[in-house]
């Protein structure tokens, strides 16, 4: 008899993915709720055993009391953290890539596939300015792409034996940065930010009084507290002067490339020696995908490439079955594989729905999608000067506002906060910022209403 886990099953395919259609067209998505419950043992307890369950209960176990202690980050009250706003045509091909098991390991496994990949890096790659040869992976996410990226940066640069290489950051820099520099055991050579903004002056300055081999500097394209843009031309300068690796986090921030309004803050992003931008926040794509670009592939390759008996034939150029190798040296090199630009080996196509997506709707839906974004982050600081009982913290750069109500503690951002989700108006949780709690919108989902911004701001009254 057959293992029936590997047997097409109608009923089952038609109950998940009626689930999907139904997700689908939620329109709009609504908030929802997050972690209130504390214990789902009572739900979950002795679910998984030795025998099989229905797999209609064990969906509606989910669909009924587990989805529905999530808070929708795709709905466009979701007003925290960094929201998402999936694009439908790339959330139905990441089941595509899903069902048809993509590997987006090696040329030799999914040439096509990772060549599709390439072409949705290329559109990154052109917007950025980086040279034609530039090239990279998808990764989990811009922690996973900062932590290869200054991997190549530590293991190309000269550093005399017996010292620590060190990573020039700001302050503002996102968190993986600083656990990115602690797995690789550097030390972060903390460069002081006027107004919150790392400058090449501010770096040169730093670099002039360090000891110890500075080996990278991080800069932020949009800082994910507050969406600001580095001096990138700056900082660049002073990076090629000196020698050291130039690496751009993006992760937010990049899918403002997009946007003809936003794109100049980022000039000097075309001298990176390494970037990342997360197509999972700002470029519409689904949980997990991180582009990873580097300017000079060969010298992450040499880094990142593991080297097993079992993967030899993964450097050879793949040829049609029965046909003699290409040329008389037997076939050549391996046009591109994914694995060797990262510090992971086996990888799910996570660039394919982003690329879907983009080659359904073109960029021009892109651009206008970031855009909305962009005007709504400027309509809300203007609804805030204009409300007397708010204030706002600074002009959004990109589409972070920040805003305070004079007066308030943080219990009373909390407080608020927490009805604010209880009314189902929004989620939007406080920051701190130069050490005081203030409020923060990240805007992102081009459906995010004016009218959702003040129904909230208003809540403050
Ligand atoms: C979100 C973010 C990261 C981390 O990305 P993940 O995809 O969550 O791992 C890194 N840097 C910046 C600037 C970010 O905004």
């Known amino acids: 008899m057959r293992n029936p886990m590997f047997v097409f099953d109608e009923r089952t395919t038609d109950l998940v993915l009626d689930y999907c259609r139904e997700r689908l067209a939620l329109d709009p ?9 504390t ?13 099989a369950n229905d ?18 980050i795709d709905s466009p009250r979701f007003l925290s953290f960094i929201p998402a706003a999936p694009t439908k045509a790339a959330l139905l091909f990441d089941m595509v890539v899903s069902c048809s098991s993509l590997n987006g390991t090696s040329w030799l496994l999914a040439a096509g596939v990772v060549a599709a990949e390439n072409q949705a890096l290329g559109v990154l790659r052109t917007l ?5 040869e530039a090239g990279g992976t998808f990764v989990s996410g811009g922690s996973a792409a900062n932590l290869s990226a200054l991997l190549v940066a530590r293991d190309t640069a000269d550093v005399p034996p017996g010292t620590r290489p060190a990573v020039a950051v700001s302050a503002e820099a996102h968190s993986s940065v600083a656990k990115a520099i602690h797995i690789l055991g550097c030390d972060a050579l903390t460069v002081p930010t006027p107004d919150h903004r790392l400058t090449g002056d501010g770096l040169e300055a730093a670099l002039e009084a360090a000891h110890g081999t500075v080996v990278a500097v991080v800069a932020t394209g ?3 507290n507050a969406g600001i843009v580095d001096d990138l031309a700056g900082v660049a300068a002073v990076a090629r002067r000196r020698g050291i ?12 490339l997009f946007s003809s309004s936003a794109r100049s803050r980022f000039s000097g992003i075309e001298e990176a020696d390494s970037v990342v931008i997360d197509p999972h926040k700002w470029l519409f794509a689904p949980y997990d995908c991180a582009a990873l670009l580097y300017r000079h592939p060969a010298l992450a390759k040499a880094v990142h490439t593991q080297d097993a008996a079992y993967l030899s034939a993964f450097r050879v150029a793949p040829r049609p079955p029965g046909r003699p190798p290409a040329g008389s040296a037997g076939g050549g090199e391996a046009p591109w594989n994914p694995t060797d630009y990262a510090y992971h080996l086996s990888r799910r196509s996570r660039g394919m729905p982003l690329w879907f997506s983009l080659a359904v709707h073109g960029t021009d839906a892109y651009r206008d999608a970031v855009d909305a974004a962009l005007d709504t982050a400027r309509a809300a600081a203007a609804l805030v000067r204009a409300a007397p009982h708010l204030e706002l913290v600074r002009e959004p750069e990109l589409s972070v506002v920040l805003f305070r109500r004079p007066g308030w503690q943080r219990e009373d951002y909390d407080e608020w906060s927490a009805r604010l989700l209880g009314d189902q108006v929004a989620l939007v949780v406080p920051t701190v910022w130069e050490g005081e709690p203030v409020a923060r919108l990240a805007l992102l989902h081009p459906e995010t209403t004016l009218d959702v911004i003040a129904e909230v701001l208003d809540s403050m009254a």
């Open 245 to 256: 690796w130039f690496h751009v986090d993006a992760a937010y921030g990049g899918g403002a």
């Open 29 to 37: 998505v609504p908030l929802d709720y997050g972690g209130y419950a």
């Open 128 to 132: 950025a300015g980086l040279p034609e």
């Open 222 to 224: 949009g800082t994910t």
């Open 55 to 72: 797999p209609q209960d064990v969906l509606n176990l989910f669909t009924h009391s587990l989805a529905t202690a999530v808070v929708s």
């Open 39 to 51: 214990d789902f043992t009572g739900l979950l307890d002795g679910l998984i055993g030795q025998a």
